[in-house]
Protein backbone atom coordinates (compact mmCIF):
# COMPACT_ATOMS: atom_id res chain seq x y z
CA UNK A 1 0.00 0.00 0.00
CA UNK A 2 1.34 3.42 -1.33
CA UNK A 3 0.52 6.52 1.17
CA UNK A 4 0.91 9.70 0.02
CA UNK A 5 3.79 11.78 2.13
CA UNK A 6 2.06 14.23 3.65
CA UNK A 7 -0.26 12.02 4.98
CA UNK A 8 1.95 10.48 7.84
CA UNK A 9 2.98 12.70 10.71
CA UNK A 10 5.03 12.18 13.73
CA UNK A 11 3.04 12.00 17.04
CA UNK A 12 5.64 12.88 19.34
CA UNK A 13 3.58 11.61 22.58
CA UNK A 14 3.97 7.97 20.83
CA UNK A 15 7.13 7.96 19.10
CA UNK A 16 10.66 6.88 21.13
CA UNK A 17 13.08 9.14 19.24
CA UNK A 18 14.38 12.24 21.31
CA UNK A 19 15.74 13.52 18.11
CA UNK A 20 16.36 12.32 14.35
CA UNK A 21 19.57 11.08 12.52
CA UNK A 22 20.41 13.72 9.89
CA UNK A 23 23.67 11.33 8.55
CA UNK A 24 21.05 8.25 8.40
CA UNK A 25 18.33 10.14 6.50
CA UNK A 26 20.85 11.46 4.27
CA UNK A 27 22.17 8.03 3.43
CA UNK A 28 18.76 6.63 3.20
CA UNK A 29 17.98 9.82 0.85
CA UNK A 30 21.06 8.42 -1.59
CA UNK A 31 20.59 4.90 -1.51
CA UNK A 32 16.51 5.69 -2.44
CA UNK A 33 17.63 8.23 -5.82
CA UNK A 34 20.38 5.40 -6.99
CA UNK A 35 17.36 3.16 -6.64
CA UNK A 36 16.93 1.08 -3.57
CA UNK A 37 14.16 -0.57 -2.26
CA UNK A 38 13.18 -0.22 2.01
CA UNK A 39 10.94 -2.23 3.52
CA UNK A 40 7.24 -0.55 4.20
CA UNK A 41 7.10 1.26 7.37
CA UNK A 42 4.39 1.11 10.15
CA UNK A 43 1.65 3.27 10.51
CA UNK A 44 -1.58 3.57 12.84
CA UNK A 45 -4.64 5.57 12.15
CA UNK A 46 -5.29 7.00 15.52
CA UNK A 47 -8.69 9.39 16.65
CA UNK A 48 -7.46 12.09 19.63
CA UNK A 49 -10.01 14.19 20.15
CA UNK A 50 -12.81 14.41 17.42
CA UNK A 51 -9.56 14.46 14.89
CA UNK A 52 -8.00 11.74 13.23
CA UNK A 53 -4.72 10.95 11.31
CA UNK A 54 -2.26 8.85 10.55
CA UNK A 55 1.05 8.13 12.04
CA UNK A 56 4.50 6.74 12.22
CA UNK A 57 5.32 3.55 14.38
CA UNK A 58 8.41 2.84 12.63
CA UNK A 59 10.13 4.13 9.63
CA UNK A 60 10.47 7.79 10.15
CA UNK A 61 13.64 7.93 9.17
CA UNK A 62 12.79 6.43 5.91
CA UNK A 63 9.66 8.67 5.62
CA UNK A 64 11.79 12.06 5.64
CA UNK A 65 14.55 10.07 3.44
CA UNK A 66 11.90 9.46 0.96
CA UNK A 67 10.76 13.60 1.18
CA UNK A 68 14.38 14.71 0.46
CA UNK A 69 14.72 12.44 -2.11
CA UNK A 70 11.16 14.36 -3.68
CA UNK A 71 9.16 11.09 -3.97
CA UNK A 72 5.34 11.22 -4.00
CA UNK A 73 4.97 8.51 -1.91
CA UNK A 74 6.40 5.52 0.16
CA UNK A 75 5.16 2.55 0.91
CA UNK A 76 3.20 1.37 4.17
CA UNK A 77 1.13 -0.97 6.10
CA UNK A 78 -1.39 -0.53 9.02
CA UNK A 79 -0.35 -2.02 12.62
CA UNK A 80 -4.42 -2.53 13.32
CA UNK A 81 -7.13 -2.05 10.82
CA UNK A 82 -9.15 0.03 12.44
CA UNK A 83 -8.70 3.61 14.17
CA UNK A 84 -7.32 3.69 17.55
CA UNK A 85 -8.48 5.75 20.55
CA UNK A 86 -4.96 7.24 21.58
CA UNK A 87 -5.64 7.68 25.14
CA UNK A 88 -7.01 3.97 25.13
CA UNK A 89 -4.15 2.87 23.02
CA UNK A 90 -1.22 4.80 23.99
CA UNK A 91 1.00 2.42 26.32
CA UNK A 92 0.55 0.04 23.61
CA UNK A 93 2.04 2.34 20.94
CA UNK A 94 4.66 3.38 22.58
CA UNK A 95 5.95 0.15 23.22
CA UNK A 96 5.27 -1.20 19.68
CA UNK A 97 6.76 1.22 18.39
CA UNK A 98 10.12 1.20 20.75
CA UNK A 99 10.07 -2.63 19.75
CA UNK A 100 9.92 -1.80 15.96
CA UNK A 101 12.47 0.89 16.76
CA UNK A 102 15.19 -1.68 18.18
CA UNK A 103 14.44 -4.52 16.10
CA UNK A 104 16.00 -3.37 12.63
CA UNK A 105 17.40 -0.35 11.00
CA UNK A 106 18.90 3.01 12.73
CA UNK A 107 18.76 0.85 16.15
CA UNK A 108 17.17 2.75 19.28
CA UNK A 109 19.28 4.52 21.16
CA UNK A 110 19.82 3.23 25.31
CA UNK A 111 18.56 7.01 26.19
CA UNK A 112 15.87 6.79 23.69
CA UNK A 113 14.41 3.54 25.02
CA UNK A 114 15.20 4.99 28.44
CA UNK A 115 12.88 7.77 27.70
CA UNK A 116 9.88 5.87 25.85
CA UNK A 117 10.24 3.04 28.93
CA UNK A 118 9.43 6.17 31.82
CA UNK A 119 6.71 7.58 30.26
CA UNK A 120 5.55 4.18 30.79
CA UNK A 121 5.54 4.17 34.26
CA UNK A 122 4.59 7.68 34.55
CA UNK A 123 1.48 6.68 32.62
CA UNK A 124 0.50 4.10 35.36
CA UNK A 125 -1.27 4.43 38.34
CA UNK A 126 1.29 2.90 41.44
CA UNK A 127 -0.95 -0.19 42.00
CA UNK A 128 0.15 -1.40 38.19
CA UNK A 129 3.68 -0.86 38.47
CA UNK A 130 4.11 -4.58 40.62
CA UNK A 131 6.12 -6.45 38.61
CA UNK A 132 6.75 -4.46 35.50
CA UNK A 133 10.83 -4.37 35.03
CA UNK A 134 9.94 -7.69 34.47
CA UNK A 135 6.96 -7.21 32.19
CA UNK A 136 8.21 -4.33 29.93
CA UNK A 137 11.83 -6.40 29.92
CA UNK A 138 9.97 -9.27 28.16
CA UNK A 139 8.44 -6.82 26.00
CA UNK A 140 11.35 -5.20 24.65
CA UNK A 141 13.36 -8.30 24.15
CA UNK A 142 15.87 -7.07 26.66
CA UNK A 143 17.20 -8.82 30.36
CA UNK A 144 15.62 -7.61 34.23
CA UNK A 145 18.63 -6.48 34.95
CA UNK A 146 18.98 -4.04 32.48
CA UNK A 147 15.79 -2.58 32.38
CA UNK A 148 15.75 -1.93 35.82
CA UNK A 149 19.18 0.36 35.37
CA UNK A 150 16.71 2.29 32.87
CA UNK A 151 13.38 2.27 35.05
CA UNK A 152 13.97 0.82 38.22
CA UNK A 153 15.01 3.91 40.26
CA UNK A 154 11.81 5.81 38.65
CA UNK A 155 9.56 3.00 39.59
CA UNK A 156 10.45 3.19 43.06
CA UNK A 157 10.12 6.75 43.61
CA UNK A 158 6.43 6.56 41.74
CA UNK A 159 6.12 3.87 44.92
CA UNK A 160 7.43 5.80 47.33
CA UNK A 161 5.61 9.08 46.63
CA UNK A 162 2.43 6.68 47.19
CA UNK A 163 3.55 5.22 50.36
CA UNK A 164 4.87 9.13 51.07
CA UNK A 165 1.13 10.24 50.96
CA UNK A 166 0.10 6.86 53.15
CA UNK A 167 2.19 7.99 55.60
CA UNK A 168 1.36 12.24 55.56
CA UNK A 169 -2.30 11.00 55.70
CA UNK A 170 -0.76 8.94 58.52
CA UNK A 171 1.15 11.69 60.14
CA UNK A 172 -2.45 14.06 60.04
CA UNK A 173 -4.49 11.99 61.74
CA UNK A 174 -6.50 10.18 59.08
CA UNK A 175 -7.99 7.14 59.85
CA UNK A 176 -6.10 3.44 57.53
CA UNK A 177 -9.69 3.22 56.25
CA UNK A 178 -9.79 6.75 54.88
CA UNK A 179 -6.31 6.06 53.56
CA UNK A 180 -7.36 3.20 51.56
CA UNK A 181 -9.58 4.90 49.59
CA UNK A 182 -7.39 7.49 48.20
CA UNK A 183 -4.03 5.71 47.77
CA UNK A 184 -6.17 2.61 46.27
CA UNK A 185 -4.43 0.03 48.60
CA UNK A 186 -6.72 -2.61 50.74
CA UNK A 187 -3.89 -2.80 53.62
CA UNK A 188 -2.73 0.41 54.28
CA UNK A 189 -1.52 -0.77 57.69
CA UNK A 190 1.24 -2.85 55.55
CA UNK A 191 1.82 0.39 53.77
CA UNK A 192 2.60 2.36 56.68
CA UNK A 193 4.64 -0.49 58.43
CA UNK A 194 6.96 -0.92 55.65
CA UNK A 195 7.37 2.95 55.10
CA UNK A 196 11.15 3.51 55.52
CA UNK A 197 11.52 6.87 57.37
CA UNK A 198 14.58 5.85 59.10
CA UNK A 199 16.32 5.81 55.70
CA UNK A 200 15.72 9.68 55.75
CA UNK A 201 17.08 10.18 58.65
CA UNK A 202 19.85 8.17 57.80
CA UNK A 203 20.47 10.73 55.12
CA UNK A 204 19.73 13.87 56.88
CA UNK A 205 22.54 13.05 59.19
CA UNK A 206 24.57 12.11 56.47
CA UNK A 207 24.35 15.40 55.03
CA UNK A 208 21.69 15.41 52.88
CA UNK A 209 19.56 18.66 53.37
CA UNK A 210 15.67 17.66 53.33
CA UNK A 211 14.99 19.73 50.34
CA UNK A 212 17.36 16.74 48.46
CA UNK A 213 15.65 13.76 49.97
CA UNK A 214 13.05 15.44 48.83
CA UNK A 215 13.67 15.61 45.48
CA UNK A 216 15.78 12.17 45.99
CA UNK A 217 12.63 10.14 46.68
CA UNK A 218 9.69 12.35 44.93
CA UNK A 219 8.58 13.67 48.24
CA UNK A 220 7.52 16.95 49.51
CA UNK A 221 9.34 18.81 51.59
CA UNK A 222 6.63 19.45 54.70
CA UNK A 223 6.38 15.57 54.90
CA UNK A 224 10.05 15.22 55.05
CA UNK A 225 10.95 17.64 57.79
CA UNK A 226 7.64 16.14 60.10
CA UNK A 227 9.68 12.84 59.30
CA UNK A 228 12.99 14.35 60.61
CA UNK A 229 11.20 16.06 63.44
CA UNK A 230 9.24 13.55 65.04
CA UNK A 231 9.80 13.09 68.80
CA UNK A 232 10.55 16.98 69.42
CA UNK A 233 9.15 19.60 70.84
CA UNK A 234 7.38 22.82 69.46
CA UNK A 235 10.34 25.09 70.07
CA UNK A 236 13.06 22.67 68.65
CA UNK A 237 11.07 22.21 65.88
CA UNK A 238 10.35 25.85 65.16
CA UNK A 239 14.57 25.92 65.52
CA UNK A 240 15.59 23.20 63.04
CA UNK A 241 12.51 23.92 60.19
CA UNK A 242 12.94 28.03 60.46
CA UNK A 243 14.93 29.68 58.17
CA UNK A 244 16.21 33.10 58.83
CA UNK A 245 15.03 33.97 55.61
CA UNK A 246 11.40 33.54 56.44
CA UNK A 247 11.70 35.23 60.22
CA UNK A 248 10.59 31.83 61.65
CA UNK A 249 13.38 30.25 63.70
CA UNK A 250 11.43 30.51 66.99
CA UNK A 251 7.73 31.69 67.73
CA UNK A 252 6.58 35.38 67.64
CA UNK A 253 6.24 36.88 70.73
CA UNK A 254 4.59 40.36 69.90
CA UNK A 255 1.14 40.62 68.96
CA UNK A 256 2.66 42.75 65.42
CA UNK A 257 3.95 39.73 63.17
CA UNK A 258 5.94 41.08 59.78
CA UNK A 259 7.02 38.56 57.55
CA UNK A 260 9.28 40.08 54.43
CA UNK A 261 8.00 37.17 52.45
CA UNK A 262 6.50 33.45 53.02
CA UNK A 263 7.70 30.51 53.31
CA UNK A 264 7.89 28.80 49.98
CA UNK A 265 7.64 25.21 51.84
CA UNK A 266 4.62 25.78 53.67
CA UNK A 267 1.02 25.34 51.00
CA UNK A 268 1.32 25.30 47.45
CA UNK A 269 3.44 27.39 45.38
CA UNK A 270 1.33 30.39 43.58
CA UNK A 271 -1.81 29.04 44.63
CA UNK A 272 -3.84 32.76 45.10
CA UNK A 273 -3.95 34.30 48.04
CA UNK A 274 -1.97 31.81 50.17
CA UNK A 275 -1.68 32.91 53.53
CA UNK A 276 2.14 33.28 55.09
CA UNK A 277 3.15 29.71 56.96
CA UNK A 278 5.10 31.37 59.12
CA UNK A 279 1.94 32.99 60.38
CA UNK A 280 -0.11 29.78 60.82
CA UNK A 281 2.79 27.92 62.71
CA UNK A 282 2.42 30.92 65.45
CA UNK A 283 -1.61 30.31 65.35
CA UNK A 284 -0.98 26.95 65.97
CA UNK A 285 1.80 27.05 68.62
CA UNK A 286 -0.10 29.35 70.46
CA UNK A 287 -3.36 27.43 70.42
CA UNK A 288 -2.78 24.19 70.84
CA UNK A 289 -0.71 21.19 71.55
CA UNK A 290 0.94 18.55 69.93
CA UNK A 291 -1.79 15.73 68.71
CA UNK A 292 -4.52 17.90 68.99
CA UNK A 293 -7.15 18.38 65.92
CA UNK A 294 -7.28 21.47 64.21
CA UNK A 295 -9.40 21.68 60.79
CA UNK A 296 -9.20 24.00 58.06
CA UNK A 297 -12.65 24.67 56.64
CA UNK A 298 -10.88 27.24 53.34
CA UNK A 299 -7.78 25.34 52.75
CA UNK A 300 -7.16 26.83 49.39
CA UNK A 301 -3.43 25.76 48.74
CA UNK A 302 -2.66 23.98 51.79
CA UNK A 303 -0.23 26.09 53.76
CA UNK A 304 -2.31 25.36 57.16
CA UNK A 305 -1.86 21.32 56.64
CA UNK A 306 1.35 21.80 55.67
CA UNK A 307 2.19 24.23 59.05
CA UNK A 308 0.72 21.54 61.32
CA UNK A 309 2.56 18.28 59.93
CA UNK A 310 5.57 20.60 61.06
CA UNK A 311 4.41 21.24 64.28
CA UNK A 312 2.88 17.58 64.92
CA UNK A 313 -0.87 18.80 64.81
CA UNK A 314 -3.88 16.20 63.30
CA UNK A 315 -5.66 18.43 60.76
CA UNK A 316 -8.82 17.57 58.38
CA UNK A 317 -8.97 20.56 55.68
CA UNK A 318 -11.82 21.27 53.45
CA UNK A 319 -12.23 23.32 50.32
CA UNK A 320 -15.13 23.61 48.06
CA UNK A 321 -12.86 23.24 45.23
CA UNK A 322 -9.88 20.77 46.02
CA UNK A 323 -8.83 20.23 42.56
CA UNK A 324 -7.33 23.77 42.24
CA UNK A 325 -4.71 22.39 44.90
CA UNK A 326 -4.02 19.62 43.34
CA UNK A 327 -3.81 17.70 46.78
CA UNK A 328 -5.02 15.17 48.26
CA UNK A 329 -5.33 15.71 51.69
CA UNK A 330 -7.98 18.35 51.11
CA UNK A 331 -11.17 17.20 51.19
CA UNK A 332 -14.64 18.24 49.05
CA UNK A 333 -17.09 20.39 51.02
CA UNK A 334 -19.04 24.00 51.16
CA UNK A 335 -17.81 25.62 54.50
CA UNK A 336 -21.34 27.15 54.39
CA UNK A 337 -22.37 23.73 55.19
CA UNK A 338 -22.60 21.79 58.28
CA UNK A 339 -18.63 20.05 58.99
CA UNK A 340 -17.94 16.38 58.81
CA UNK A 341 -18.42 15.13 62.07
CA UNK A 342 -15.08 13.35 62.24
CA UNK A 343 -14.10 17.43 63.31
CA UNK A 344 -15.73 17.43 65.94
CA UNK A 345 -14.46 18.28 69.41
CA UNK A 346 -11.55 19.90 67.68
CA UNK A 347 -9.20 22.11 69.52
CA UNK A 348 -8.74 24.74 66.83
CA UNK A 349 -10.39 26.18 63.90
CA UNK A 350 -8.12 28.43 61.53
CA UNK A 351 -10.50 30.32 59.03
CA UNK A 352 -8.79 31.88 56.13
CA UNK A 353 -11.91 33.13 53.98
CA UNK A 354 -11.88 35.48 51.26
CA UNK A 355 -11.48 39.34 52.23
CA UNK A 356 -14.74 39.70 50.76
CA UNK A 357 -14.06 41.52 46.37
CA UNK A 358 -10.12 41.08 46.90
CA UNK A 359 -9.13 37.90 44.84
CA UNK A 360 -13.03 37.65 43.75
CA UNK A 361 -12.20 36.52 40.24
CA UNK A 362 -9.05 34.49 41.06
CA UNK A 363 -11.05 32.78 44.17
CA UNK A 364 -14.22 31.85 42.07
CA UNK A 365 -16.12 33.26 44.81
CA UNK A 366 -18.84 35.34 43.38
CA UNK A 367 -21.77 34.18 44.86
CA UNK A 368 -20.47 34.32 48.33
CA UNK A 369 -19.16 37.64 48.52
CA UNK A 370 -22.19 38.53 45.96
CA UNK A 371 -22.48 41.90 48.23
CA UNK A 372 -21.95 43.08 51.84
CA UNK A 373 -24.93 41.61 53.21
CA UNK A 374 -24.34 38.63 51.70
CA UNK A 375 -20.70 37.93 52.48
CA UNK A 376 -21.26 38.99 56.24
CA UNK A 377 -24.38 36.46 56.53
CA UNK A 378 -22.49 33.60 54.62
CA UNK A 379 -19.08 34.16 56.92
CA UNK A 380 -21.81 34.13 60.46
CA UNK A 381 -22.84 30.63 58.67
CA UNK A 382 -19.38 29.89 58.05
CA UNK A 383 -18.28 30.64 61.62
CA UNK A 384 -21.33 28.78 63.20
CA UNK A 385 -20.58 25.90 62.15
CA UNK A 386 -16.95 26.50 63.55
CA UNK A 387 -18.61 26.90 66.37
CA UNK A 388 -20.52 23.70 66.49
CA UNK A 389 -17.47 21.66 65.46
CA UNK A 390 -14.88 23.64 68.58
CA UNK A 391 -14.69 21.32 71.76
CA UNK A 392 -15.52 24.06 74.78
CA UNK A 393 -13.05 26.15 75.52
CA UNK A 394 -11.53 25.72 71.75
CA UNK A 395 -9.65 28.26 69.50
CA UNK A 396 -11.04 30.31 65.94
CA UNK A 397 -8.67 31.93 64.67
CA UNK A 398 -9.81 34.29 61.80
CA UNK A 399 -7.31 35.75 58.73
CA UNK A 400 -8.64 39.04 57.52
CA UNK A 401 -7.18 41.77 55.73
CA UNK A 402 -10.07 44.99 55.33
CA UNK A 403 -11.75 45.70 52.26
CA UNK A 404 -12.17 49.57 51.83
CA UNK A 405 -15.07 50.68 49.03
CA UNK A 406 -13.74 54.08 48.12
CA UNK A 407 -16.81 55.52 46.70
CA UNK A 408 -18.78 54.87 50.17
CA UNK A 409 -16.65 54.32 53.12
CA UNK A 410 -19.45 52.33 55.23
CA UNK A 411 -19.71 49.83 52.28
CA UNK A 412 -16.37 48.84 53.47
CA UNK A 413 -15.81 45.48 55.32
CA UNK A 414 -13.27 46.02 58.41
CA UNK A 415 -11.92 43.64 60.64
CA UNK A 416 -14.63 44.65 63.02
CA UNK A 417 -17.76 43.92 60.86
CA UNK A 418 -16.21 40.02 60.90
CA UNK A 419 -15.68 40.26 64.90
CA UNK A 420 -19.11 41.75 65.11
CA UNK A 421 -20.75 38.56 63.55
CA UNK A 422 -18.96 36.40 65.53
CA UNK A 423 -19.02 37.67 68.95
CA UNK A 424 -23.01 36.95 68.45
CA UNK A 425 -22.09 33.25 68.51
CA UNK A 426 -21.10 32.71 71.88
CA UNK A 427 -17.92 33.14 70.96
CA UNK A 428 -15.45 35.64 73.18
CA UNK A 429 -12.35 37.77 71.47
CA UNK A 430 -9.39 36.73 73.01
CA UNK A 431 -6.38 38.26 70.85
CA UNK A 432 -5.83 40.50 67.66
CA UNK A 433 -2.76 40.49 65.73
CA UNK A 434 -1.41 42.55 63.21
CA UNK A 435 0.21 41.30 60.63
CA UNK A 436 0.64 43.37 57.41
CA UNK A 437 2.11 42.79 54.28
CA UNK A 438 4.93 44.72 52.59
CA UNK A 439 3.81 47.81 51.03
CA UNK A 440 5.94 47.13 48.06
CA UNK A 441 4.67 43.30 47.81
CA UNK A 442 1.10 44.42 48.07
CA UNK A 443 1.16 47.18 45.71
CA UNK A 444 3.21 48.50 42.36
CA UNK A 445 3.41 51.49 40.22
CA UNK A 446 0.10 51.97 38.24
CA UNK A 447 -1.77 51.17 41.64
CA UNK A 448 -0.23 53.82 43.85
CA UNK A 449 0.15 56.48 40.79
CA UNK A 450 -3.94 56.03 40.76
CA UNK A 451 -4.33 56.59 44.28
CA UNK A 452 -2.29 59.69 44.06
CA UNK A 453 -4.86 60.94 41.52
CA UNK A 454 -7.26 61.69 44.45
CA UNK A 455 -7.43 64.51 47.16
CA UNK A 456 -6.65 63.11 49.87
CA UNK A 457 -4.91 60.44 48.13
CA UNK A 458 -6.44 56.87 48.60
CA UNK A 459 -5.38 54.47 51.08
CA UNK A 460 -4.00 51.47 50.06
CA UNK A 461 -4.26 48.37 52.58
CA UNK A 462 -1.94 46.18 53.23
CA UNK A 463 -3.06 45.50 57.07
CA UNK A 464 -4.09 41.89 58.05
CA UNK A 465 -5.38 41.04 61.21
CA UNK A 466 -5.62 37.53 63.10
CA UNK A 467 -8.38 37.65 65.39
CA UNK A 468 -9.02 35.26 67.95
CA UNK A 469 -12.00 33.85 69.59
CA UNK A 470 -12.57 31.24 72.30
CA UNK A 471 -15.57 29.51 72.46
CA UNK A 472 -17.57 29.70 75.48
Known amino acids: MKLKLDKITRDDDIYPRTQLSQKTIENYAEALKAGAQFPPILVQRIKENSTEKTISLDGFHRLEAHKKAEMDGI ?139 ATNYNL ?39 FAERDPRLGQANYPGNLYGQEAMNIIYRFSRQGDLVIDPMAGGGTIIDACLILGRRCRAYDINPAKSERHDIEMHNALEPLPDRTKECHLVILDPPYFKKKETEYGCDEFTKDRDTFLNN ?23 QYLDYDNEFASILSFDLATCIVELNFRPVLCIQSPLTFNNQWHGSAIEKAKQYNPWRILPVSKDWLVFKKV
Request: net charge neutral; with cysteine.
Open 75 to 213: EAEYWKAEVLNKMEWLEELRIKSAQCNLSHGDRLREGDLQFQLLRIVQARSVDKLVGIIHELAQRVAKTDGYISQLIGAEVNRRKTSRDALAYRLHLLGWAEREISEVIGVKNTHDVLENFNTKLFLQEYRSGLTPEKI
Open 379 to 401: MKVVAQNCHNILKQGGYLALLYG
Open 220 to 258: DEALVWAILLEGKNDIERFKLFGNSRYGNEQPEMSDYWK
